[in-house]
Nanobody, 117 residues
């Protein structure tokens, strides 16, 4: 059974930082693409960043420079460090693990990030 458990969300003032964590069980991030997505109220879910099994990283354009995705294979955990947060970063952030070769994809339950102005 695959589980992705996010943590680290919360309320922060504009300009602040948060680090999100996504701990996986039943699946290995070292063999899959790990990613963070977010969904704001009334909007579609959008990509934040991904990291491949080989370590290649991709950011949505607007996230480059403020957000950093990383992975700890020993802990089977993917992180998202978010700096200089803005009110428009307010959303539910979801962890994702997918394997393009096998067509599998899994989602976490999401963690709320709220940035106050």
């Amino acid at each position: 059974q695959v589980q992705l458990v996010e943590s680290g969300g919360g309320l922060v003032q504009a300009g602040g930082s948060l680090r999100l964590s996504c701990a996986a069980s039943g699946i290995s991030f070292s063999l899959n693409v790990g990613g963070w997505y977010r969904q704001a109220p009334g909007k579609q879910r959008e990509l934040v960043a991904t990291i491949t099994s080989g370590g290649s990283i991709n950011y949505a354009d607007s996230k480059t420079g403020r957000f950093t995705i990383s992975r700890d294979n020993a802990k089977n955990t993917v992180y998202l460090q978010m700096n200089s947060l803005k009110p428009e970063d307010t959303a539910v952030y979801y962890c994702n693990a997918r394997n393009p070769r096998y067509g599998t994809a899994y989602w976490g339950q999401g963690t709320q990030v709220t940035v106050s102005s």
